[in-house]
């Protein structure tokens, strides 16, 4: 998912918030769990309890999982159609989409029955061309990654998945979602949340990924839960960061099922996307980079991500919020004439609107500078690109994720002699600490120096072991 600019004046900032409540969307009901209190009501979940350990616990773990996460999908739609004991009447609360959605990428069972279906779906109208041969693409860039990765049953994992992938994004067609100014992760009747770590899994190599400074993590979580807010400042490298973050951090959960995304028009419309954001919570904003793609819109798109800073605002507001900024206003590119990624230069306006929001809220803030290496899991275009659907290269690599000690405003700017000095102080300081993280991260995985890249400023670690 790409997090994009969010416009808080002249400026831009890409923010992800998490609070600690995830509810299913508007547009999937959700029945009440079965329970003595609530006579004949049948409603099926796929909780995170069943996904958490299936890292360690090889390909076939992965496959049963998105098998499980399928037939709870099915299940979910059956179950919804509800039945009251008590008055013997039945309710139908399940999505008329759901209820008569093609099967044809649910029934495959081979990589041909996946490719038939596309090209079937693509001739009987249900698939616009382009999107048809996106997913073409896709599947076999995930292959490619997925089998490098050696997993025993990793073709099964690929097919498994991809029969998913491909139901969400025949269904987004059918009946296109319609985000919210504020969306919550869908988790009912089908889990997004749990699809997007199932996909995403079997392209992280955990033998060569790490964790800096892992204990962080445990402060922050703990002074989310005291009510303080807390800002991460981050670079942004690829539309999996957050569902990296998630599982580097499966150890510690409550950071990653929490975050909140503020995501650009172009993660909430492209088709092949769609499904990744349902999975998320997000603040949805217009990017700045594409503000003026149109200029009819442009006034549109200010307005539409001032009523997005407003919800920002409020939730700063009730305190207890993470908000995670990549305030270069888009993912990472690396350097044209030697190749090397290195994160992108911070807007200095925006690490200050976002400081003077926190400082604002009337609640405790503390912002820190948090690192990600994880481009080559999906890297993006060499360039920004106008138009909804980029080419989207899969990897199976190494990732990285790496926090430092929360750096004071006061403390960095004591000795400015004037606010602008001061905001492009502070943004600078930042920059530097995410920027030394990142090479710490840099030497670990793609110079395999692994846990002796560490340093008296990042302990590197894998809690997963």
Partial sequence: MTLMP????????????ASATVTSSAR???????????????SFRFTAKKLLPLRSRGGSATVRAMSELVQDKESSVAASISFNEATGESSNTTSPSELNHSRTFLDARTEEDLLSGIKKEAEAGRLPANVASGMEELYWNYKNAVLS??????DETVISNM???????????????????????????FDYYMFVHTYIRPLIDFKNSYVGNASIFSELEDKIRQGHNIVLISNHQSEADPAV?????????????????????????????????????LICVYSKKHMNDDPELADMKRKANT??????????????????????????????????WFPAPFDSSSVDNMRRLVEHSGTPGHIYPMSLLCYDIMPPPPQVEKEIGEKR??????????IAPEINFSDVTADCNNPNEAKEAYSQALYNSVNEQYTILN?????????????????????WN
């Fill in 393 to 402: 290269l899969v990897g199976f690599h190494g990732t990285g994720l790496s």
């Fill in 163 to 189: 029969s998913v992938a491909f139901d969400r994004m025949l269904l987004g067609v059918e009946d296109p979602y319609t985000f919210n100014p504020y969306h919550k992760a869908v988790r009912e009747p």
């Fill in 28 to 42: 999937f009901p959700v029945n009440p769990l079965a329970s003595p209190s609530v006579g004949g009501f049948l």
């Fill in 6 to 17: 969010l416009t808080f004046s002249s400026s831009a900032a890409t923010v992800a918030v």
């Fill in 443 to 463: 030497s670990a995985i793609k110079h395999r120096k692994g846990i002796e890249a560490s340093t008296s400023s990042v302990s590197l670690s894998q809690p």
């Fill in 307 to 340: 009523r997005s800073l407003k919800e920002m605002a409020t939730m700063l507001r009730s305190g207890g919020q993470l908000i995670w900024i990549a305030p270069s206003g888009g993912r990472d590119r690396p350097n044209p004439s030697t190749g090397e």
């Fill in 245 to 281: 973050i998630s599982l580097l951090l499966e150890s510690q959960p409550f950071i990653g099922l929490n975050i909140k995304c503020v995501a650009g028009d172009r993660v909430i419309t492209d088709p092949l996307c769609k499904p990744f954001s349902m999975g998320r919570n």
């Fill in 149 to 154: 990765s050696g997993a025993s049953r990793a």
